[in-house]
């Protein structure tokens, strides 16, 4: 398929805009050569974006099972309370007076989420969950230097933690300690009460962690980090597990993020806005990034809280994931939201048991959301790898699970089947994952050489990721 830059012809145009009837004035910076757009018309242009959203396959099109990372169900009701031109048309730095309805949003938010999650106060600035894991850090940080407690320089991670965290601990200028898990995939309790003392800061812990397992022993991991003078951080970008069931607060979590791009619908995948909304306890509110919304005689004003972390995004968050999320709770209220929790663990276990028919699980328990398979022993068995068997999928109007990830487990496969799906979906998601493990011993080439219905078929993907090229280049390409 051609580049929209070498379609058309120059004379071709589309005119958006009458000719200038003023006189045209010169600004000093002007361009010195043309903009270099492409010569197209707008019938062209329409068809040429048309052709190219034809060719991706996305959650409209069929079964999405990408594990740990995305929202798959985002209600159209969501799109329409966003686009409502009182939260769009607002600009950041109007008078308080004049936003009122912007900061209840918020304010109702803040309230909702932290019913959920059984924390005090919220921010919504970070923009993404890591975003919100360096907030939750920086305020662990505040913590302890704010006590003259600065000897406290590690967070203990597990490493079946998401692979963000460890990441943000280091930018928030820890150092890492790396706990194993045991062969149940839960954290080695042994192991953490060796790690911890006096230069803990805290933990991070992802529940359900990457490989979908609910940590059994969360209540003493909480209590042995707490006893050593550390604080507790928690993962809540899989919450969509555990949401209106249990609380990270009655567990003893201080902090938590949630990716509301994910657990409160908005689409993720491909990267668009998204908020880490970062909630906390008591002990940590004054530390929060400013401005917070608090509510005062019948309104709400801004407010910066007094040992403030200092902002960690420009203005508020990104607002209108904030509406969608709040659109999301009150669409499904209090009977909804664990309903919708339930059914992503019905239907993640359901899959799976389908699957072990075949397929070997890493981790052969009761799973939460999500679930890892292992194919090293088809892998070994036929030649055929994870990754093949993801190509397979493609060619049966599948979307592949997320591949080879978490980093634990070898040539992992993991699957998201999430609460919308229907049995019949999963059923037919179920007989082409158990054809495919036939076709490789029967065929293993067939999988080899897949996909063959795709517009593009098997990419060099270390190439794309080391060398990207993002911009047309023209005759110089
Ligand atoms: C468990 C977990 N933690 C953290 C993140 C990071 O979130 P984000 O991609 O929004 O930075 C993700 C990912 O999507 C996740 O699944």
């Known amino acids: 398929m051609k580049l929209i830059f070498e379609k058309g012809a120059v004379g071709q145009h589309l005119d958006l805009l009458p000719a200038c009837d003023v006189p045209e004035v010169s600004l000093a910076h002007e361009r010195q050569e043309g903009l270099g757009l492409p010569h197209v018309s707008e019938t062209e242009l329409t068809r040429h974006y048309t052709a190219l959203a034809k060719r991706v396959h996305?959650?409209?099109?069929g079964f999405y099972p990408l594990g740990s990372c995305t929202m798959k169900y985002n209600p159209k009701i969501n799109e329409d309370m966003a686009a409502l031109p009182g939260f769009t048309q607002v600009h950041p730095?109007?008078?308080?007076?004049?936003?009122q309805g912007c900061l209840e949003v918020y304010a109702a938010a803040e309230a909702l989420l932290g019913e959920i999650t059984g924390m005090d106060a919220m921010t919504f600035q970070p923009a993404a969950g890591a975003h919100g894991e360096f907030t939750g850090l920086l305020l662990i940080k505040a913590y302890h230097c704010h006590r003259g407690d600065s000897e406290r320089t590690k967070i203990i991670v597990p490493d079946s933690a998401h692979g963000t965290n460890p990441a943000s601990a280091v930018m928030a200028g820890y150092t890492v300690v790396n706990i194993p898990s045991g062969p149940d995939g839960c954290v080695d309790v042994e192991a953490l009460r060796a790690a911890v003392g006096p230069d803990t800061a805290g933990l991070m812990l992802t529940n359900p962690n990457t490989v979908g397992i609910f940590d059994k022993n969360i209540l003493e991991i909480t209590e042995i980090v707490h006893?050593?003078?550390?604080?507790?951080?928690?993962?809540?970008?899989?919450?969509?597990?555990?949401?209106?069931?249990?609380?990270?607060?009655?567990?003893?979590?201080?902090?938590?993020?949630?990716?509301?791009?994910k657990t409160f619908s908005t689409p993720h995948g491909g990267g668009g806005p998204g908020s880490g909304a970062v909630g906390c306890k008591e002990i940590l509110?004054?530390?929060?990034?400013?401005?917070v919304v608090v509510r005062e005689g019948g309104g709400f004003r801004l407010a910066q809280p007094e040992h403030s972390i200092g902002r960690v995004k420009d203005f508020y968050g990104n607002f209108t994931v904030v509406v969608k999320a709040l659109t999301y709770i009150l669409t499904l209220g209090k009977e909804g939201i664990p309903d919708a929790a339930k059914n992503a663990v019905l239907n993640a276990n359901y899959m799976m048991k389908r699957l072990k028919e075949k397929y070997h699980m890493a981790y052969d328990v009761t799973c939460m959301h999500e679930f890892v398979m292992s194919l090293e022993d088809l892998l070994h068995e036929t030649g055929v790898s994870a990754m093949d068997i993801a190509k397979g999928l493609l060619d049966n109007g599948i979307h592949?699970?997320?591949?080879?990830?978490p980093?634990?487990?070898?040539?992992?496969?993991?699957?998201?089947?999430t609460e919308t799906e229907s049995k019949e979906t999963l059923?037919?998601?179920?007989?082409v994952f158990l054809r495919l493990w036939d076709l490789a011993h029967s065929d293993p080439q067939a999988l080899h050489d897949a996909p063959k219905t795709t517009p593009v078929r098997r990419l060099d993907e270390v190439g794309a990721a080391r060398n990207p090229v993002l911009r047309y280049q023209g005759d110089k390409q």
């Open 58 to 61: 996305g959650v409209n099109d």
């Open 400 to 405: 592949p699970p997320t591949m080879y990830f």
């Open 427 to 431: 059923d037919e998601a179920c007989d």
């Open 407 to 417: 980093l634990i487990v070898h040539e992992a496969l993991m699957i998201e089947p």
């Open 285 to 291: 509110k004054p530390f929060l990034p400013g401005p």
């Open 227 to 261: 006893d050593a003078g550390g604080l507790c951080y928690y993962d809540g970008a899989n919450l969509n597990a555990v949401m209106g069931v249990v609380r990270p607060g009655d567990m003893g979590f201080d902090v938590i993020h949630l990716n509301l791009h």
């Open 93 to 99: 730095l109007q008078p308080e007076s004049t936003v």
